[in-house]
C-alpha cells in the first residue's frame, strides 16, 4: 500500500523545518560551550564551510542541551562564566528545557506517527493544539522570567510570533535563549580549565585550522594580523 505524498512531504517539512533552525553557521573565531551529563566541552563545529561561515548541527534528540556560542577573538569583558553559574542558568530554565523535549516528541514523533499510520483528523488535531499549549507555557514562563534572562519585549514578542506561527522552531526556544545569552568571557579559558589534554590539543588544531584558512583572506592584513597572530599566541599558551 502506497503512503499519501501529501502526509509524507509533511512529515518530511517538519523534521527539516527543525532542523534548518537548529543549525548554526558560525564565524571563524566562534566556537560552541556545551553542556551535558559529564561536563562541559568547547568545539568548532564541524569542518563544512558555507560562504566563510561553519555549519554547526547538534544532536536533534537533545534540544534541552546546553549550547553557548563565544569568540575567541573577542573575548567578552564581563565576569566570565563558571561551570557553577552555567548549571544554575540551565537548572533556572529547567521547565522551557522539559517543554521543548516534550514539544519534540509531539511534532516529531506522535504527529509523523498519526501522519502516517491512522491519520485520524481528531487525533491529529489533538496532537497539534497538546503541541500549542506546550508552546504557550513556555511563552509565559519566558514572560515571567524576561527580566531575569534581560529579555526585551520586542525580544519575546520575536520568539512567540516564530514558535506559534512555525511550531517546529519551538522545539529550539531553550538553543535560541542560549544563542541570545551566548557565553560569557574567554572560552579558551575556560576550555583550559576544563578539558582534558586530548581534547584541548584537538580544540587548539581547529582553531589553527580556522586561523590559517582566514590569514589567507586578502583582508587579513596590517593590523588586523597582528591581532590573528597574537590571537593564536594566546590560544597556543592557553591549551598547551
Known sequence: MNLPEAEVLLVIALVALYLQ????LLHFDEVLVEGDGRGWRVSTGTGLELRGRFLSIPNPLLPMRTRLPASWLHAG?????????????????????LGCTLTGVVLL?????LLLGSRDPLQLLAALASAWLLIIAMLVYLAMRRATLQ????????LAAEALLCPPHAINLYRRLCAMRG?????????ASQLPDHERQRLRTSIDARLD????????????????????????????
Do not use: K, N, Y
Open 77 to 97: 569583558g564581563a565576569e566570565p562564566d563558571t561551570p557553577r553559574e552555567l548549571a544554575r542558568h540551565a537548572r533556572m530554565l529547567w521547565p522551557l528545557r
Open 213 to 240: 584558512l582566514f590569514t589567507l583572506a586578502d583582508h587579513a592584513v596590517g593590523h588586523r594580523g597582528a591581532a590573528l597572530a597574537s590571537a593564536r599566541t594566546r590560544v597556543a599558551g592557553l591549551l598547551r
Open 183 to 191: 557565553f560569557r568571557g574567554d572560552p579558551i579559558a575556560f576550555a
Open 151 to 158: 529579555m526585551s519585549r520586542r525580544q519575546l514578542a520575536g
Open 21 to 24: 533552525d537548529s543549525a548554526l
Open 109 to 113: 514523533g506522535v504527529m509523523p506517527w
